[in-house]
């Protein structure tokens, strides 16, 4: 069986600390150990060190990929921006011959190095290829079966190695939130961008523009939260709703749980086990929901 | 000659000695600290018989970058060095080399560079009347980074992660009953300064302008 180490990642370590607790609890639910990425850094985060400084962005990832290949470790995350940066410079690396030298002559420097020999996963793969969906089904103490749920994939979960490979891992987070026994609802943008990296061009434009558009058709389906699987998306649409009522007078009021939070409630974990009160969207109308069961 | 100059630079300027690249046959850039352009200018000049060419400013948004070109027989050889727009004061060659009179002048009117220990400072291309402040190509101190990507950017490159770790989120992580740190650069001196080995190395602090002492950007 695959040995795997978690780089948790910024935003959930220090924002959005209850997707850790869900993640912790559910996967020893499931008796699945994983080990904290020891020694790791920001991955890093897509939208800053990769525009500025690209060479930092792939030593920064290639050091955290060696610290799980030096511990003989797959690399798991649970934040599809994560996912993306240690991805994508994983592969690059492989393929571009000179690009990886150059890049460990700068890692011989703290003497690390980048083999190339670890893959990364995000956190749906190995929920669906390591611990199983028969599993995981045979785990649900509480189906969540009043609960109307919208999904948003994000971006980032699209990447993949083939075209023909893109859409395999939102339609694993589709299996998986169904497992929950909550009713998917389908409102039609589910591939548009939260609009949390477009802050750094065009702060209104990424909230009047682009979340605003999203929430207002998820309103519209009438669901009772809405479901993620990356921490940035998570504070896009919980900070951001609290800034479209602050400056434009828009309320849509809709919860938003990261994946792990509603597969840990269905696995019979209590929401203030897990901290789901310190969501800032208002989680906190649907608890007694999550936990009628 | 370009490795036994490198060489001897390296050698004589000792930690002012930044790198040196040859890009192409008959070329030489050595870059080094300001505080030792004089001592490698005299020392071109008394061991190989090099002839000051030209000086050459670019303002970088945050520094000026000054090239100075020594010609020396089949052999271009530039001294690179940076001077903050904070304090662009800089050693003037002219007492040594007479060549550098008009030139640092020139720089000095059009990116108000000031060569310490210049003979005759006047002006030389912009009229006496033109504005002391004013200083025609040299543009507003700036870097690459946005407002908005500086907190980013100085949190990752202090703490090797883009977010702070406040108090509410210790006390929420003790609340829930996982660790109230992670094993990351937060907690791990010696993986925060493998990561700032790493940043400098790729000349990313130099890059965005961060500044190591008060760990923030320098605009």
């Known amino acids: 069986m695959k040995q795997y180490a978690m780089l948790w990642g910024c935003t959930v370590q220090t924002r959005l600390p209850s997707i850790e607790a869900a993640t912790r609890r559910m996967l020893d639910v499931l008796g699945f150990s994983v080990r904290d990425l020891e020694g790791a850094s920001c991955c890093p985060e897509p939208y800053t060190s990769a525009l500025i400084g690209r060479e930092l962005w792939y030593a920064l990832a290639a050091r955290n990929i060696s610290l799980a290949e030096a511990r003989k470790l797959e690399l798991m995350t649970i934040c599809n921006g994560c996912y993306d940066t240690l991805f994508e410079v994983n592969e690059t690396l492989k393929q571009d011959d000179s690009l990886r030298e150059r890049i460990n002559l700068t890692l011989l420097k703290i003497g690390k190095e980048f083999k190339g020999s670890s893959e990364i996963r995000h956190i749906v793969e190995v929920l669906d290829e390591d611990v199983g969906l028969d599993r995981i089904a045979a785990s649900v103490k509480r189906p969540l079966s009043n609960l109307r749920v919208a999904l948003h994939p994000g971006c980032h979960l699209y990447r993949s190695k083939t075209m023909e490979d893109y859409d395999r891992k939102p339609k694993i987070l589709e299996n998986l939130v169904r497992l929950t026994g909550v009713q998917l609802i389908k409102y039609g943008l589910e591939k548009m961008c939260c609009g949390y990296p477009q802050r750094q061009a065009d702060e209104e434009m990424s909230l009047k523009t682009t979340l605003a558009t999203k929430l207002q058709r998820i309103q519209e389906s009438h669901v009772d939260c809405l479901v993620v699987v990356c921490p940035g998306c998570c504070v896009q649409f919980e900070y951001g709703q609290i800034e479209l009522r602050q400056r434009y007078n828009l309320d849509f009021g809709v919860p938003v749980l990261h994946l792990a939070e509603l597969m840990a409630v269905a696995l019979g974990i209590s929401a203030a086990e897990i901290g789901l009160e310190t969501h800032r969207s208002p989680v906190g109308k649907i608890i007694a929901r999550l936990e009628s069961r | ?219």
Not at chain 2, 121 to 145: Q, V
Request: aromatic content about 8%; hydrophobic content about 40%.
């Open chain 2, 1 to 219: 000659m370009n490795e036994e100059i490198t060489a001897k630079l390296k050698e004589h300027l000792k930690e002012a000695f930044i790198e040196a690249v040859a890009p192409r046959e008959g070329r030489l850039t050595v870059e080094l600290s300001k505080e030792c352009l004089l001592q490698a200018a005299e020392y071109l000049c008394r061991e190989y018989d090099a002839r000051l060419v030209t000086i050459s400013a670019t303002d970088l948004g945050l520094d000026i970058q000054l090239l100075y070109h020594f010609s020396i027989p089949k052999l271009l050889v530039n001294l690179k060095t940076i001077a903050p727009k904070e304090d662009l004061r800089i050693v003037s060659l002219t007492p040594s080399i007479f060549g550098a009179n008009w030139i640092e002048r020139e720089i000095h009117d059009l990116f108000g560079v000031e060569f310490e220990g210049h003979p005759d400072p006047r002006r030389l291309i912009l009229s006496y009347e033109w504005p002391r402040d004013n200083t025609p190509l040299k543009g507003l101190r700036k870097g690459l980074a946005s407002d908005f990507q500086k907190p980013t950017m100085e949190n990752l490159l202090s703490t090797g992660q883009i977010f702070p770790m406040s108090l509410m989120a210790k006390r929420q992580r003790v609340e829930m009953k996982i660790p109230e740190v992670l094993p990351t650069t937060i907690a791990n001196p010696e993986a925060l300064d493998e990561v700032q080995t790493v940043v400098k190395g790729v000349g990313f602090d130099r890059r965005v302008g961060y500044d190591w002492k008060t760990k923030k950007m320098r605009y």
